[in-house]
T-cell receptor, first 111, second 111 residues
Framework: DQQVKQNSPSLSVQEGRISILNCDYT??????FLWYKKYPAEGPTFLIS?????DKNEDGRFTVFLNKSAKHLSLHIVPSQPGDSAVYFC??????????FGAGTRLTVKP | NAGVTQTPKFQVLKTGQSMTLQCAQD?????MYWYRQDPGMGLRLIYY???????DKGEVPNGYNVSRLNKREFSLRLESAAPSQTSVYFC??????????FGPGTRLTVL
């Protein structure tokens, strides 16, 4: 039973435009949410996180939004760059050591 | 500072063979994790170790054993490999409550 879902397997955007990646979760006990980025043949790397006491967290071009009532979070990348092309994983945890990941969304940013 | 290292990078086994995947981190993290990544499934937690001397089951522990050898090293053992264990395996480490740092992965094929 996947508790974290990324319903879009892929997304393609033009360089300079906004990329919006979405994630839904089912477990209301989740209180910490993260986004990871993964390039081929490498391990995931941490991008940005948000705790359940916030609804927005921003780091440079990356902003994560959390809507607890809808059990939904999103990652906005503005402006998108070709180097952002990667697979993005959403993750959530209720206890720090038990993190659940979504299946990932492959982002392609076209020059 | 190498971060999280994993050996081997690639491995092919026959059904029934055993092997150990090695993981080491040099960031003085207390917590270490083993995940597997399968197409369309995201990353799933196999086992974790919250601190030296402790290990706990994750979401998919069947068919695996782990050893937290010391603070730096956390190994994953397949006693009798099965084709269903064909996957990419990632080791990660963290300070409790913070983001996890991942190794580059081991691609395992069981024939």
């Amino acid at each position: 039973d996947q508790q974290v879902k990324q319903n879009s397997p892929s997304l393609s955007v033009q360089e300079g435009r906004i990329s919006i990646l979405n994630c839904d979760y089912t477990n209301s006990m989740f209180d910490y949410f993260l986004w990871y980025k993964k390039y081929p043949a490498e391990g995931p790397t941490f991008l940005i996180s948000i705790s359940s006491i916030k609804d927005k967290n921003e780091d440079g071009r990356f902003t994560v939004f959390l809507n607890k009532s809808a059990k939904h979070l999103s990652l906005h990348i503005v402006p998108s760059q070709p180097g952002d092309s990667a697979v993005y994983f959403c993750a959530a945890s209720a206890a720090y050591n038990d993190m659940r990941f979504g299946a990932g969304t492959r982002l392609t940013v076209k020059p | 500072n190498a971060g999280v290292t994993q050996t081997p990078k690639f491995q092919v086994l026959k059904t029934g063979q055993s092997m150990t995947l090695q993981c080491a981190q040099d960031m003085n993290h207390n917590s270490m994790y083993w995940y597997r990544q399968d197409p369309g499934m995201g990353l799933r937690l196999i086992y974790y170790s919250a601190s030296e001397g402790t290990t706990d089951k994750g979401e998919v522990p069947n068919g695996y054993n782990v050893s937290r050898l010391n603070k730096r090293e956390f190994s994953l053992r397949l006693e009798s490999a099965a084709p269903s264990q064909t996957s990419v395996y990632f080791c990660a480490s963290s300070t409790l409550g913070n983001e996890q740092f991942f190794g580059p992965g081991t691609r395992l094929t069981v024939l």
